[in-house]
């Protein structure tokens, strides 16, 4: 997820060469994760299915978007219409086993369940703008408006805490609004529901960009404020939402006729790379020291 939003910003900046870079090795772990998804699947169901019913499962659905938006903006159509499918198919299967055993006071994973409904929206979207299919578009705005319910009902039941304790998934209270607002942009450029129906589309997309400035802002601050420097593997939860404000401010200021907002969006698309180093620097020392090799 983290390094296909990052493919993803690179495109949208004319930084083509890392773009596809990112894109590739995007596309490699999600071969290695999905065939790791089917061989707990087949191999060891016990498995599976308590995982199945965690939120963390459902980054199988927001990832397999993600890559199908990356591969649709290189002109992959098919494999991108493949996507998509496979991802409607996965989707309320993992929703329902993880909603249902949902709880009070949990962690930023809880926030997945509306970053998966937003990939499906965000990939629908893109299909629909790439193949002139307008009722991919408008079933988009139906999942969007869905999303943001999903996202209230998950905020209720998110553990405030987490500001100042997690490890790293607690972004993802931001990112959720970051790719709602980035599903919201790529409607406003494809579906023709009428005026009205536009104006209240792009009013809602930049309330949400503003909420998730507001909460990128916050969770900024509670890094600094009491900071985390060890490296946690939910620290790639925190890469992804960075990446994606980044592209859903850069597609805002396109959608909505905003420009000031493409400098703020470069900006934080550094940011976000820098993040992504940072997390792959720390995986590899972790690495390293669980083999032995440092001590």
């Known amino acids: 997820m983290a390094t296909g939003i990052l493919s993803v910003g690179l495109h949208l900046t004319r930084h083509e060469t890392l773009s596809r870079g990112a894109l590739a090795l995007a596309g490699v772990l999600w071969l290695l994760l999905a065939a790791d998804f089917g061989v707990r699947l087949l191999r060891d169901r016990t498995r599976w299915t308590a995982e199945a019913g965690t939120p963390a499962a459902l980054t199988a659905v927001a990832a397999t978007t993600v890559l199908g938006t990356r591969l649709s903006l290189l002109g992959w159509q098919a494999v991108a219409v493949a996507l998509l499918v496979l991802s409607a198919v996965v989707w309320p299967v993992l929703m329902w086993d993880v909603t249902r055993r949902w709880g009070r006071r949990m962690p930023g994973g809880v926030f997945l369940v509306c970053v998966a409904t937003q990939g499906l929206v965000v990939l629908a979207a893109t299909l629909a703008a790439a193949e002139s299919q307008q009722w991919l578009a408008r079933v988009g705005v139906v999942f969007f408006c869905l999303g943001l319910a999903l996202y209230v009902d998950a905020f209720v039941r998110f553990d405030l805490g987490c500001v100042r304790t997690g490890a790293g998934d607690q ?11 980035l599903a ?3 409607l406003l450029a494809v579906v023709e529901l009428g005026a009205v129906v536009h104006e209240v589309l792009r009013g809602a997309t930049l309330v949400v960009l503003a909420l998730d400035i507001a909460w990128y802002c916050v969770l900024l601050w509670s890094e600094l404020r009491w900071p985390r ?9 925190t890469v992804f939402p960075m990446g994606m404000t980044s592209v859903a401010t850069l597609s805002v200021a396109t959608a909505a006729h905003l420009p000031w907002l493409t400098s703020p ?13 940072a997390a792959c620097a720390g995986a590899v020392r972790a690495t390293v020291r669980g083999s032995g090799l440092l001590r």
Request: glycine share 12%; charged share 15%; net charge positive.
């Open 171 to 181: 972004w993802v209270a931001g990112g959720a609004l970051a790719i709602s607002a």
């Open 184 to 186: 919201g942009a790529k």
């Open 229 to 237: 420097p060890h490296y946690d593997v939910r620290r790639w939860a």
């Open 265 to 277: 969006g470069r900006v934080l698309l550094w940011v976000a790379v820098a993040a992504w180093l």
